[in-house]
């Protein structure tokens, strides 16, 4: 049985939470990333990661998705929440860019780069590490992690253009690999690109996978990814694990003895 660790998980979103956790641990996972979307999300985080210490690590985060219920006092509480917070917050996340034209109608390219500055100078401020969104954002979301000057930050599920993803590794970044890596092509070719020493596991659950069977994922769903990275790679699976589960560890700081 391998250890890996969830690096991306909406808890908060999960039915059956209890026994979802347990099942997840007792297949191997030994920690989750408990990414928070808004400031209800970034309640429920944290509550969780209270009731499941040393398993459950929250990050606190305000998602591009979010902005369109938002307005601007709105956004500044929300923010205020993660900075009043980040002291029991192992990341900040999920946060990022979307250029998807259906979110674009609803929060503007402008609006999605000034909260993600902000936040990322909240992450910089207090030394954590930031979860990055940034579909159809790449090249934007890493220019904006580089100026403000983010030592560690992780470009989560990376379907971008391998010349983004070059500049992401050689900036010293990371990027996670989903169970989309059963299929997804352009997510299969990020993964495959990306160095083993700069790569992450993670569900992102409960998002729905697959192309002829479509499932609704689960952390227990990082063993898929980890079997997938291993085929695309050419590389046995313990080797994956524990490169992973070692990078996952010293990128959040967790206090787990691996």
Known sequence: ????IDTHAHLDELQNLDSTLEGAREAGVIAI?????NHQSNIETLGISQEHRHFVYPALGLHPWELA???PSEIDDNLRFVEQNIASAVAVGEIGLDYDKRVLKVASKELQQEVLGRLLNIARKYAKPAIIHSRYAW????????DVGIDKAVFHWFTGFSSVL???IHGGYFVSAT???EYHEEHRRAVKEAPLQKLLLETDCPVTYG?????ESRPIDVLRGLKAVSQLK?????TIAEQTTRNAIEFFSFDIVF
């Open 1 to 4: 049985m391998y250890k890996v």
């Open 33 to 37: 990333v408990a990414v928070g979307s």
């Open 69 to 71: 219920n938002l307005g």
């Open 139 to 146: 090249k934007d979301a890493l220019q904006l992690v580089q």
């Open 166 to 168: 070059k500049d992401i």
């Open 179 to 181: 169970p989309a890596t």
């Open 211 to 215: 192309r002829e069977v479509r499932y």
């Open 234 to 238: 050419g590389v046995d699976e313990a």
